[in-house]
């Protein structure tokens, strides 16, 4: 590799078998499904065999690629950000990585110590205290007991573990884990950083020193990050590059901005809840029928509209109100929308369309959901995720942002200000 790239990526591709035979082809699975089933061994299938040895089968599985030819390198010092839906292929690629799993196809090169963090559990050993996990890690990484020694206190404090310290980790709850476990890896200098959506474990205090710390890495210019996450305006705010993966397969990758915005319209705007309306909670004598946003992507000021439809089941229902709970992208509700406070009751009959708009506050950026409710004494129609919608990265501000204000605000003012002198 050329002396500043840290991670080659050559045509890496990744393939799991599913299907009936998953997890069923040792010995003793073999042995139990010939007791219940004598007639299935490899002399008795009509199809030719392509297994190993006499205790091969031919169990109806189905291939599937996690990946697909993935290529790209990662100069040394860069954050990259990895983007892209639930099963994607992101933690997939992250495994191959950390080398937990090894590609089908293609090739990884690596320069430097790698330290992973992706799933709570990862690269600790139960038995062992959170004193003795950090020395172990450390020593995987190549590290003196000196080395170690000098990092141990500042570790254990950022952690908050003092009190648990020498108290085996099997014990500990997942957000202790986790944050011993990030404090580790980051703490320890290893050349390749890699971190997973596990921190979304973590409280949100502990998120903003995660997000901190990670910068502080970055800034040293000479420490490779991976980052996956959902929380886009972290991607934005902390990576120098990001990549998107589609059904395994890389569709962007560039300025951090730009690929964002383009996942947030490829994605958005699709409900992920259940479309079946007979199927969700409620009485049902009305139900939403559509709802959908005017735009995938808003920007901050924008006025943001939407559109809903309402079906009636039953005309002897009482009139009825619409609410919105608007919920950000760590699930957090930002706001409700209820039809009342206009002054409206909706009243049962023919199909109602109800046109809302939604104009301060300025919502910052990120990704956003909408979960719709119809009530009165009741609940008559629950529709979670109803509609998705994202807000662009074009903050509404004459001034510069500053990234942290952004980020601890929940949503953005509009304001201005006077200064006389």
Known sequence: MANNVAVRIENVSKRFIVGQGKGRDGLRHVLQDYMLHPFRLVGWNKRPNRGNGLFSRNPQTEEFWALQGVSFDVTQGEVIGIIGRNGAGKSTLLKI????????????????????????????????????????????????????KTRFDEIVEFASVTKFIDTPVKRYSSGMYVRLAFAVAAHLEPEILIVDEVLAV????????????????????????????HQLPSVIALCSRACLLESGRLVADGDPTAVVERYQKQTLGKPGGSQNASARPGTGTVRIQMMRAMADVFAPAEAKRFSIL???????EAPYALALHLVDETGQQILILNSRHA?????????????????????????????????????IDKWEDACRFAVSNELPYSGTPDDQTVRGSIVLPDFSLTVDR
Not at 358 to 375: H, M, S, V
């Open 97 to 148: 990585l950390s080398r937990i799993t090894e590609p089908s196809r293609g090739r990884i090169g690596l320069k430097g110590r790698v330290a992973s963090l992706l799933e709570v559990g990862t690269g600790f050993h139960p038995e062992l205290t959170g004193r003795e996990n950090i020395f172990l890690n450390g020593a995987i990484l190549g590290m003196s007991r000196r080395e170690i």
């Open 202 to 229: 973590g409280d949100a205090e502990f998120q903003k020193k995660c997000l901190g710390k990670m910068r502080e890495v970055a800034s040293r210019g000479h420490r490779t990050v991976f980052f996956v996450s």
């Open 310 to 316: 309402i079906h009636t089941v039953d005309e002897s």
């Open 343 to 379: 002054g409206q009751v909706l009243l049962p009959g023919s199909n109602l369309s109800v046109d809302l708009t939604l104009r301060t506050p300025w919502l910052k950026p990120g990704e956003y959901r909408i979960d719709a409710f119809l009530y009165n004494n009741g609940v």
